[in-house]
C-alpha cells in the first residue's frame, strides 16, 4: 500500500518512529508522503532525505555522556540548552538539502510565538525546517525566520494530521507519542477537597505518590509548604517541570484534534516509556516502536 505518514513530537521516544517506519517497510508498503512535528519533523526529514538509516547508526551510539555533551547550556538566552552542536551533526548526517527537492511531500510543523499560529514548512531548507520545529519552549533556544518567532511544532500540533489531507494515498499512518498507560490514572476532572490534600500530606510526608513516582523516581524532599502538601520529588527541575506540562498540554490537544481528523491507522507509544531527554536510550525505544506498531498493523491487517 501506499502510505501517508505523520509522526507526532515527544522528544527522546520519537526513536519510536524509527521502529514503526521499519515495521512498514518489512511488511512492504510504500511511504510516499511525511509530515511531523519536533521530533517527529526531524525523524520524517530524516526518512524523506533517505539519511534516517545514518541517523539510527548515530543514535544506537549515543551515551549520556555524548547527550550531555550535545547538550550545551545557555545561561543568557531564551532557552536552558543551544542546539548549535547537535545541528551541526545532523547537517552532517542530512546534509544540505532543500524540501522542494525530497524524492517525496513533507511538511515539519512549528508554531509562530508571536502570531500564536502554527507554521507547515513546505519548501526551503530541511534542517532549518527541523530546527524550527524542535524548539521545545524555555529548554530550547527559539529561532527567528521572516520576522517569526518559532518554537515547537507540538505546542499547538502534536500530530498533525491535517497536513496529510492533501495527500492521495491508500492509507494514512499517525504514530503519536503520547499514549496513555493502563495503570495510568487520566481522563475527565476528579473533584476532592483540599481537606484531603492537607491530611495526605501530612500523614504521608517521604512517600512520593505512586503515580508521580511513574513518572519522576525520586527521593523525596523533606521539605513542605506549610505543612499542607505531600513532598516534591528531587529530580523535579524546571526541564522536568516544563516537559511534563508540555506532555500534558499537547495529550489534550491531540485528543481534541484527532477526533476530528482520526487517522486510519494510529499507533500510539506510551508517554511512560521515556523522558523527553533520554536520547541515549536508542535501542529500546526503536525496538518497543517496532513492537507496538506491529502489535497494531496486525489488529488491522495492515
Do not use: C
Not at 547508526?57 to 538566552?77: E, F, I, N
Not at 514548512?121 to 527541523?130: C, E, S
Amino acid at each position: 500500500m501506499k502510505v501517508s505518514l505523520v509522526l507526532g513530537s515527544g522528544g527522546a521516544r520519537g526513536y519510536a518512529h524509527i521502529g514503526a517506519i521499519e515495521e512498514l517497510a518489512s511488511r512492504g508498503h510504500e511511504i510516499v508522503a511525511v509530515a511531523g512535528s519536533s521530533i517527529g519533523a526531524l525523524m520524517g526529514g530524516a526518512y524523506a532525505a533517505g539519511k534516517l538509516d545514518d541517523l539510527t547508526k548515530v543514535a544506537k551510539r549515543l551515551t549520556r555522556t555524548d547527550v550531555l555533551m550535545l547538550a550545551r547550556p545557555s545561561l543568557t538566552a531564551p532557552g536552558l540548552i543551544k542546539l548549535d552542536r547537535v545541528m551541526h551533526l545532523l547537517g552532517r548526517i542530512i546534509g544540505d538539502v532543500r524540501i522542494e527537492e525530497l524524492p517525496m511531500p513533507f511538511t515539519a510543523v512549528a508554531t509562530d510565538l508571536f502570531a500564536r499560529r502554527e507554521i507547515w514548512f513546505h519548501d526551503g531548507p530541511l534542517l532549518a525546517a527541523i530546527r524550527a520545529s524542535i524548539s521545545i519552549p524555555t529548554i530550547f533556544e527559539p529561532v527567528m525566520l521572516d520576522h517569526r518567532l518559532l518554537v515547537d511544532g507540538g505546542l499547538v500540533n502534536p500530530l498533525p494530521m491535517e497536513t496529510s489531507l492533501r495527500w492521495d494515498t491508500d492509507v494514512t499512518v499517525a504514530v503519536s507519542l503520547l499514549g496513555r498507560s493502563h495503570e495510568r490514572e487520566f481522563g475527565g476532572a476528579v473533584e476532592m477537597s483540599s481537606d484531603q490534600m492537607k491530611e495526605s500530606g501530612r500523614a504521608g510526608l517521604g512517600r512520593l505518590p505512586e503515580r508521580l513516582a511513574e513518572v519522576l523516581p525520586s527521593r523525596a524532599r523533606s521539605r513542605t509548604a506549610d505543612g499542607l502538601f505531600e513532598p516534591l520529588p528531587d529530580d523535579l527541575g524546571i526541564a522536568s517541570m516544563t516537559t511534563m506540562t508540555l506532555d500534558v498540554m499537547q495529550e489534550r490537544i491531540q485528543a481534541s484534534r484527532l477526533a476530528v481528523n482520526p487517522p486510519d491507522v494510529h499507533v500510539e507509544i506510551p508517554a511512560s516509556a521515556a523522558t523527553t531527554f533520554d536520547f541515549n536510550d536508542a535501542h529500546r525505544l526503536i525496538e518497543l516502536g517496532r513492537k507496538l506498531a506491529a502489535e497494531r498493523f496486525d489488529e488491522v491487517g495492515l
